[in-house]
């Protein structure tokens, strides 16, 4: 069994700050590619942000500048770093690990039920 939780949603006002926490525990190998999606009402899941194990990471146009990917491989633990937060990166956050069990063949993707962020005066 594996579980990844997140944490750190919550009400902001527009040009606040968040910072989403997501640990991953369980029967886990190794894990590659640990990253942030999210999903506002109405719109398809998009990426927000990924990290490789290496720690280069990959971000969505629309939050460049302004959130922060990083990871602690140790504690198998990503987070995301939300700065200058718009009333349009209001959504339900999912974190996302693409990784390898003790008892598996393969690598797979595993989810968090998801955090929601609200950015709102």
């Known amino acids: 069994q594996v579980q990844l939780v997140e944490s750190g949603g919550g009400l902001v006002q527009p040009g606040g700050s968040l910072r989403l926490s997501c640990a991953a525990s369980?029967?886990?190998?190794?894990?590659?590619?640990m990253g942030w999606y999210r999903q506002a009402p109405g719109n398809e899941r998009e990426l927000v942000a990924i990290?490789?194990?290496?720690?280069?990471?990959i971000s969505a146009d629309s939050v460049k500048g302004r959130f922060t990917i990083s990871r602690d491989n140790a504690k198998n633990t990503v987070y995301l770093q939300m700065n200058r937060l718009k009333p349009e990166d209001t959504a339900l956050y999912y974190c996302?690990?693409?990784?390898?069990?003790?008892?598996?063949?393969?690598?797979?993707?595993?989810w968090g039920k998801g955090t929601l962020v609200t950015v709102s005066s």
């Open positions: 990290i490789m194990s290496g720690g280069n990471t």
């Open positions: 369980g029967s886990i190998l190794s894990i590659n590619t």
């Open positions: 996302n690990a693409n990784l390898r069990t003790t008892w598996g063949p393969s690598t797979m993707d595993y």
